[in-house]
C-alpha cells in the first residue's frame, strides 16, 4: 500500500534560518505529491505540489522536487519566519480517493 | 465565502451518546472526504464520496455512518460515541481525485467523557 514517512519533530528553529523536512514514500504507480501546512487551530491548506518527477512546487519561499529515483519529495525553506511556526504534512496521492499523510512535522520558529 | 464549512466547530459529548457533525462545501466539487486527526496529529482517511457515492471505508466502525444528501453535503453520523472517538474530524473536497488540491474544512473537535 501507499505509505508516506516524514521527519519527526518537533524543529526548532531562529528566525531568518534554513529548513528542510525530510519526506519520502512508498506507491504504485505515479502519484501526486503534496505538502500541507496546519496552522495552529486551523484546518489543513494546500501549502504546495507537483504531479510528476522532477516537477518542482513552490510558494511563500518554500520549495520541494519530486525525486522518482529516491522517491522523495522534501520541503525546504531558506529563512524562515516566525509566522512559519506550524505543523507541516506530507501526502500523496495515488488516484484512489483519498490521501496518505505522513506523521506531520511540527515546527516552531522563535524570534 | 467560506469553502469548506463544518459544524459545530466543538462538541463535547457522554460516552454512549449519539451525535452528527455536518460538512458543506460551496465549491462544485464532486469529491468529498472525511478525516480523523488524533492527538498526536496523524491524520487518516475514513471515508470518500464521489457524485453522492460511497468510495472509500477505510475499516471504520460500523458505528459511524456519513450521508451525503447531495454533492454538496457530507455529513458524519456517529452513534454510541467511545472515549477513543475523541479527535478533530476534518471534512475536504477535490474537483476529483489525484493531482487536485483537497481543500479542508476547520475541523470538528471531538471530545468524549
Known amino acids: 500500500g501507499n505509505s508516506v514517512t516524514q521527519m519527526e519533530g518537533p524543529v526548532t528553529l531562529s528566525e531568518e534560518a534554513f529548513l528542510t523536512i525530510n519526506c519520502t514514500y512508498t506507491?504504485?504507480?505515479?502519484?501526486?505529491l503534496f505538502w500541507y501546512v496546519q496552522y495552529p487551530g486551523e484546518g489543513l491548506q494546500l501549502l504546495l505540489k507537483?504531479?510528476?518527477?522532477?516537477d518542482k512546487g513552490s510558494n511563500k519561499g518554500f520549495e520541494a522536487t519530486y525525486r522518482k529515483e529516491t522517491t522523495s519529495f522534501h520541503l525546504e525553506k531558506g529563512s524562515v519566519q516566525v509566522s512559519d511556526s506550524a505543523v507541516y504534512f506530507c501526502a500523496l496521492d495515488s488516484n484512489d480517493y483519498k490521501l496518505s499523510f505522513g506523521a506531520g512535522t511540527t515546527v516552531t520558529v522563535r524570534a | 465565502d467560506t469553502a469548506v464549512s463544518q459544524t459545530p466547530k466543538y462538541l463535547v459529548t457522554q460516552m454512549g451518546n449519539d451525535k452528527s457533525i455536518k460538512c458543506e462545501q460551496n465549491?462544485?466539487?464532486?469529491?468529498m472526504y472525511w478525516y480523523k486527526q488524533d492527538s498526536k496529529k496523524f491524520l487518516k482517511i475514513m471515508f470518500s464520496y464521489n457524485n453522492k457515492e460511497l468510495i472509500i471505508n477505510e475499516t471504520v466502525p460500523n458505528r459511524f455512518s456519513p450521508k451525503s444528501p447531495d454533492k454538496a453535503h457530507l455529513n458524519l453520523h456517529i452513534n454510541s460515541l467511545e472515549l477513543g472517538d475523541s479527535a478533530v474530524y476534518f471534512c475536504?473536497?477535490?474537483?476529483?481525485?489525484?493531482?487536485?488540491?483537497?481543500?479542508f474544512g476547520p475541523g470538528t473537535r471531538l471530545t468524549v467523557t
Open positions: 507537483a504531479t510528476k518527477a522532477d
Open positions: 475536504a473536497s477535490s474537483p476529483a481525485s489525484s493531482s487536485y488540491e483537497q481543500y
Open positions: 465549491l462544485g466539487h464532486d469529491t
Open positions: 506507491a504504485t504507480g505515479y502519484p501526486s
